[in-house]
């Protein structure tokens, strides 16, 4: 490696770390999902996205299809690729956050009971709309900022039951 990338480097892991808490990363525009589950998939639908201020977004879904009961144990995988100049590195799974597996989102992710009902959740079709905080994070926006790309898949034991695609801007 050449010495002045790498002292580049050094610099700006340096200036990450020394970096005092930032505001809340936002999402730049409206984002919304597409369904990758197919038309026979148990969970069926899109949401959207929408930034509301400063560090909360809007989502919103309507015409969810849920077409069985819902309950334990539900597992979340959920991929997150940023874009780093021509190709898309993914982003690793710390502290909960990025490319991680949720093995019971039923235990895991409480909502709050205006957006999403609780565990065991019926089937019927949803109509969701709320509005989500964003936490302060320590990392500077200047380092995280970017494209990204999401796969969302719910599995109950092997078998998955949806998936949901979102490409998104921080």
Known sequence: MNFSIY??????IAAALVHEKTSALTIASYARST????SSATVRGTFSVDPVGSNSVSLSASGI???EDLDYP???VVEIEKKVLWWWATVPCAYGYGSCTYNDVCE???????????????SSTYNVQG??????????SWLVGGDYRARIKLYKYSRQLGCNDLNFRI
Request: glycine share 4%; hydrophobic share 45%.
């Open 108 to 122: 895991q992710f409480v909502a709050p009971s205006d957006l999403w009902p609780d565990c065991p959740i019926p």
């Open 35 to 38: 369904d990758c589950g197919g």
């Open 65 to 67: 299809h849920v077409d």
């Open 7 to 12: 002292i580049s480097m050094l610099c700006l």
């Open 74 to 76: 539900l597992k979340a």
């Open 131 to 140: 509005v989500i905080d964003i936490p302060s994070t320590w990392i500077p």
